[in-house]
C-alpha cells in the first residue's frame, strides 16, 4: 500500500513509519518541511496542502497535532492545540475528499479524553457519551473535522488513544528518571485512573484498522484494564526494583500546571474497549505488569544509543 502519515515524526509515528516500511508499504510522509524524496509539505496554520502530486494514497494515517503536555495551557496555547487539530484534520479531509480517487481509509488519532476529564463513572467504552472540559471539546471536534472524507465515502476509524507507553517518550519518559533513583512516588491520593496501551499494541491496532474493513467509527485504544495511578506507579518501581513512596500533592501539581493538570494528570478515565473485544483484536500486552518489563527491558537494551531529537511541536503526543 502507498500510506500518507501525518506527524511521522511525533511518538507514534517514530514507530510507525518503519513498521509500514518493514511489513512492505511505501510511506509518504505529510510534513511542514519536505526533506526527503516523497514527503508532501503542507501548512495547517496557513491552510495549505497540495495532494495533486502524490499520486494514488492507499490509506492515510493522520497524527499530527499541538502537543498537549509542552507547557502551560494559556489561552494562546490552547487555541494552537484545538485549531492544530480541527482546522488541521478539516484541511486534510477536504483535499482527500478532492482527489480523483480517494484512499480507501482514513485513520485519525484522538484520545480517550473525549470522555471527559471527571465522569464519576466506573467504566467508559465507545458506547459512552462525549464529556466536558476542554480537551473532551478538542477530541469532539476533531473528529467532527473529518466529515468531509466520510462524505466522500472513505473509510474512516477514529482511534481514541490512551496514555502510550514507551520509554522512548511520552509520560512513561518522563516518569523514569525520577524513578530509577527512588524518587517516584504517586500523584495526588492514586485513585485515578486511566486507559493504557503499549505502543506495540497501538502500533498493531493502527495496522489491523489499515486493512480491515470492519474497523470503523470510533475504536477505544486501550489495554483490558485500565490502572489507577497507584497501581501504575506501584509496577513501575517494582519492575525497576525501585522504592516509590515520595508522593506528589495534588496541590502542587495544579500549580506547576494549572488547567492542564485537571484533564491530563489527574483525571479519572477509566476507559475500556468494547470495540477490540468485538473485533476480535488480541493485544500483545493486555496486563500493565507484563508491558512495563517488556517496554522496560528494550529501555535497557537500548541505552548507550545515541538520542533522538525532540519531536517537532506540531506532531502527536499521546
Not at 497535532?65 to 502551560?72: L, M, P, S, T, V
Not at 473525549?114 to 467504552?125: A, E, H, K, V
Request: aromatic letters at 4%; one cysteine or more; glycine letters at 12%.
Amino acid at each position: 500500500m502507498r500510506i500518507l502519515v501525518s506527524g511521522a515524526t511525533g511518538l507514534i509515528g517514530n514507530a510507525l513509519a518503519p513498521h509500514l516500511k518493514k511489513k512492505g508499504h511505501e510511506v509518504l510522509r505529510l510534513t511542514r518541511t519536505a526533506k526527503r524524496t516523497g514527503d508532501i509539505e503542507w501548512n495547517p496554520q496557513a491552510g495549505q496542502i497540495d495532494l495533486s502530486g502524490a499520486g494514488k494514497i492507499d490509506g492515510v494515517i493522520h497524527l499530527a497535532g499541538e502537543n498537549i503536555a509542552d507547557g502551560r495551557w494559556t489561552g494562546r496555547k490552547k487555541e494552537r492545540i484545538l485549531n492544530s487539530r480541527k482546522n488541521g484534520t478539516r484541511l486534510l479531509c477536504d483535499a482527500l475528499a478532492a482527489m480523483p480517487e480517494a484512499p480507501g481509509v482514513l485513520i485519525s488519532a484522538s484520545g480517550i479524553n473525549y470522555y471527559g476529564s471527571s465522569t464519576g463513572s466506573d467504566r467508559l467504552d465507545e458506547e459512552s457519551p462525549a464529556g466536558t472540559g476542554f480537551l473532551a471539546k478538542v477530541c469532539r471536534e476533531w473528529e467532527q473535522a473529518t466529515a468531509p472524507a466520510e462524505q466522500a465515502g472513505i473509510r474512516i476509524c477514529h482511534l481514541r488513544i490512551g496514555m502510550v507507553l514507551t520509554p522512548e517518550g511520552g509520560a512513561l519518559k518522563k516518569m523514569l528518571p525520577a524513578f530509577k533513583l527512588g524518587l517516584g512516588g504517586r500523584i495526588a491520593n492514586g485513585r485515578q485512573r486511566t486507559g493504557w496501551i503499549s505502543i506495540d499494541d497501538l502500533i498493531g491496532i493502527i495496522d489491523a484498522a489499515l486493512h480491515e474493513e470492519s474497523w470503523s467509527g470510533a475504536i477505544n485504544a486501550v489495554a483490558r484494564e485500565p490502572a489507577s495511578n497507584r497501581e501504575f506507579t506501584r509496577q513501575l518501581a517494582r519492575v525497576l526494583a525501585r522504592p516509590a513512596v515520595f508522593p506528589v500533592p495534588g496541590l502542587l501539581v495544579r500549580i506547576l500546571f494549572g488547567e492542564m493538570a485537571n484533564d491530563t494528570v489527574l483525571a479519572d478515565l477509566p476507559v475500556y474497549s468494547r470495540r477490540l473485544t468485538e473485533l476480535g483484536y488480541k493485544l500483545c500486552h493486555p496486563e500493565l505488569a507484563g508491558a512495563l518489563n517488556h517496554l522496560i527491558g528494550k529501555e535497557r537494551k537500548g541505552q548507550g544509543r545515541k538520542k533522538k531529537s525532540r519531536p517537532p511541536p506540531n506532531d502527536f503526543d499521546a
